[in-house]
């Protein structure tokens, strides 16, 4: 008669050593599984950051385009401004009307540099500066993204106050057909105290009531804007124009490291 030896029956329970083996293979299996996914997930967010911050340099080399550029317009109608008052000074404004015009017309041009939050806000809602490691990027990161709303706020003092009190003058005191063409252009011309235009002034231009007209006024109110404007170059724009340079630099530093600098 055989004999057969069963090392285990159905209704036996197995040794306490192998149930601590199968935990702890499971256990393992699952840790290693985690940490891949971990990994997985890191390497995703910090390629998404890279992406992000090349991003982030596109719209910071814009930025820096229309910071200077707006800065020499600005500056150019500040010099508009200065002709008025040198003429006015000179009691020779009034036989110089068209340059009147010319150098009004510029002034009344609302030019303000806008940063482009797009990318920076991106950067700032995805989580991606967790995954920046350089904390004086993070850093100036932050400070730039601080300057968009007081540039904003800038902007609306400037403009309410050319509602306010310069387009009323523009609207009121000016031959309306000569000045709605000068205002299709912002690239005139400044030699000395004129003004060069691309159309010529029509003969015997004046202003609305010229005789009336209250020039003391009217200077205040061009001095007060351009007073306004150079408060807010100083204080604001070639401020955060230096931001702008700074981040640039770091953030190419940055994508250099990285092997993801990608010129336009």
């Avoid at 989580?127 to 990027?137: R, T």
């Avoid at 850093?139 to 968009?148: D, P, T």
């Amino acid at each position: 008669m055989d004999v057969h030896h069963h090392s285990h029956l159905p209704h036996q329970s197995k040794p306490w050593k192998q149930y601590l083996s199968e935990g702890l293979m499971i256990f393992v299996a699952v840790m290693l599984g985690y940490a891949a996914e971990n990994i997985r997930h890191h390497y995703i967010e910090e390629k998404k950051t890279v992406a992000n911050v090349q991003n982030l340099y596109k719209d910071l080399k814009n930025d820096s385009i229309v910071f200077s550029v707006m800065l020499k317009i600005r500056s150019k109608q500040d010099s508009c401004f200065n002709i008025i008052s040198r003429l006015y000074d000179q009691n020779k404004l009034e036989q110089d009307i068209p340059t009147l015009y010319a150098a009004h017309s510029f002034i009344a041009l609302r030019i303000m540099p806008v940063m482009n939050t797009m990318a920076l806000d991106q950067i700032k809602s995805s989580g991606a500066l967790n995954y920046i490691k350089d904390e004086k990027i993070k850093q100036e990161i932050q400070y730039y993204a601080n300057n968009a709303p007081e540039l904003k706020t800038r902007e609306q003092r400037e403009y309410a106050y050319i509602d306010k009190y310069f387009d009323p003058l523009s609207i009121t005191k000016f031959n309306y057909k000569h000045y709605q063409e000068l205002s299709k252009f912002d690239s005139f011309e400044i030699k000395g105290d004129k003004v060069i235009t691309p159309i010529i002034a029509p003969e015997g231009l004046t202003l609305v009531d010229q005789n009336t007209f209250d020039w003391n006024n009217y200077l205040s109110v061009l001095g007060m804007l351009s007073t306004i404007r150079n408060s807010t170059d100083r204080s604001q724009i070639k401020p955060i124009q230096e931001d702008c340079i700074k981040l640039l630099g770091l953030v190419r530093k940055y994508l250099e490291e990285n092997n993801a600098l990608i010129e336009e």
